[in-house]
């Protein structure tokens, strides 16, 4: 059985004591092991990264960003062994794996820039013969703690960053699917980093906890649950760390009487369904405005839910493939049961699916559910399946309000032809990424990512200039050349306004 190891120092570190099963979704056969760590295996890995940290902090930014260029050109390379492979584990079909290592790569793109984003500010004159300027430093060993669903993309979100600032990084992939995350540390070594500088550890929660307790590793971001990126930050804060940590989702799209309802349809296919809704920034919930809205909205998508193609995860005529492992197909099926207990119409019913030939793989159907209600405990939380909830609206404020009290604040959308409309919801919804006739808004790669309450916990976001500050520290330097004079007529005087 093929085994996945740790990628320390450039290379594997032997035998493991423990071992995690890695699946194939679309056969529900074990493919492969992955080692599993602890803490002395952490330990080993930040004493090889604070060999090299220093070093590569003093290289100059047009040097590290070279490095990433040849990083980003051996991903493009490379891309279609990644996409395979990322598949393989994760079960989302190839052309969506290589939006997912796409998605990555505009973040080291961004990080290729790194000369121009690091630079700080001065201020000639800030008093007699004052100059003021500012400089940013890297922190020194970053962490971060990725989830199944994006295991290319996240990963490349958060080291990218870190080790174009200066960083030396270690990565603490899902075990459910850690192969890319591995495949991408080599070919960081390959691009001319330093061994050392970019790290993979595996491992459950006695490595997370070991990363959250290590003394000499300052920062840590973390994408996944909402419970567990609660524990992080609390964790990791009460550990003095800077920790951003990104939580569930239960993203909303409004749909007013005014959209187009043949796009809508359109978009709500690929984000609802797409990647077997294993995505943060899926759309699970849409909200139409008004009962004709709803009913006209129904009638438009029960064709096109029924015409979604279900099939392994190389089949390139699939729409999306399997969840990723067995415990989570019965999760969502049990989403779908509590649903139907607690009132909601099943319209289209995903559970039990089998694909013929791939019986035992971990296949549910796409699923609507209408007449869902706000008091429902599979609306408040994430199901992160291919099922699509129906809330109906009475109005444009019950629109608003419905994201606006969730739990969750991730993502939120607005259909509608109506500038106004959109403007003002924009303005007055409660949530930290909106889309306009956008169902899936996440930032481009200059911008940044975060969401709202229960979505994300800290305050700086990933990637873009709120991932620079993130990954390092602003140092302020005021500076003096006196003229030697004895008068006293060249004393030191606090710049002041006045």
Not at 35 to 49: C, P, R, T
């Amino acid at each position: 059985m093929r085994q996945v190891d740790h990628f320390i120092a450039g290379g594997a570190t032997g035998s493991a004591t423990r071992k995690h099963q890695i699946w194939n979704p679309s056969t529900g056969e074990v493919q492969a092991e992955v080692a599993l760590g602890d803490a002395a295996l952490l330990q080993k890995a930040v004493d090889e990264a604070k060999k090299v940290q220093p070093e590569w902090a003093a290289t100059n930014p047009q040097r590290r960003a070279r490095v990433m260029f040849e990083f980003k050109r051996l991903v493009e390379a490379n891309k279609q062994e990644l996409a395979e492979l990322l598949s393989s584990e994760h079960g989302k079909v190839v052309e969506d794996a290589h939006g997912d290592v796409q998605r990555g790569l505009e973040v080291i793109e961004f990080a290729c820039g790194i000369p121009q984003a690091l630079k700080g500010e001065y201020t000639q004159g800030a008093g007699p013969g004052i100059d003021v300027y500012s400089m940013r430093q890297p922190l020194g060993i970053g962490a971060g703690i990725t989830p199944f669903n994006f295991p290319a993309m996240i990963p490349m979100w958060m080291f990218g960053m870190a080790i174009a600032a200066g960083n030396a990084f270690i990565l603490k992939p899902s075990e459910r699917d850690p192969s890319v995350p591995v495949r991408l540390a080599e070919l960081f070594v390959e691009a001319g980093a330093p061994e050392g500088l970019l790290q993979v550890v595996h491992g459950d929660k006695e490595m997370v906890d070991a990363i959250l307790d290590h003394p000499d590793i300052p920062a840590i971001s973390f994408v996944g649950s909402s419970d567990i990126a609660q524990y992080i930050y609390s964790r990791g804060t009460a550990n003095a760390k800077r920790v951003q940590a990104f939580g569930g989702a239960k993203n909303h799209g409004i749909v007013m009487p005014d959209a187009d309802l043949d796009q809508v349809v359109n978009d709500l296919a690929g984000a609802a369904f797409g990647s077997a809704g294993e995505r943060c920034m899926a759309l699970p919930v849409v909200v139409p405005v008004g009962e004709d809205t709803a009913d006209r909205l129904r009638e438009k998508l029960i064709p096109a839910i029924n015409a979604l193609r279900v099939g392994v995860s190389n089949d390139p005529e699939a729409h999306y493939g399997p969840v990723v492992t067995p415990e989570h197909k019965a999760r969502v099926e049990g989403w779908i049961d509590t649903a139907e207990k607690e009132g909601a119409e099943v319209v289209i019913d995903g559970r039990g699916f089998s694909l013929q030939g791939h019986e035992d793989g971990f296949f549910v159907g796409p699923t609507l559910l209408d007449r869902v209600t706000p008091d429902m405990e599979s609306y408040k939380e994430e199901i992160f399946g291919p099922v699509l909830q129906i809330v109906r609206a009475r109005d444009f404020e019950d629109a608003v309000r419905l994201p606006s009290e969730h739990q969750y604040g991730n993502g939120v959308a607005i259909f509608t032809r109506n500038g106004h409309a959109a403007r003002e919801f924009a303005s007055r919804v409660n949530v930290g990424m909106v889309g306009i006739n956008v169902p899936i808004p996440v930032p481009v790669s200059y911008h940044s990512f975060g969401g709202w309450k229960r979505s994300g916990f800290g305050d700086i976001d990933q990637y873009g200039m709120e991932g620079l500050k993130f990954w390092t520290k602003a140092k302020k330097v005021t500076q003096r050349w006196p003229d030697g004079g004895g008068d006293g007529s060249n004393a030191f005087v606090i710049p002041t306004m006045g």
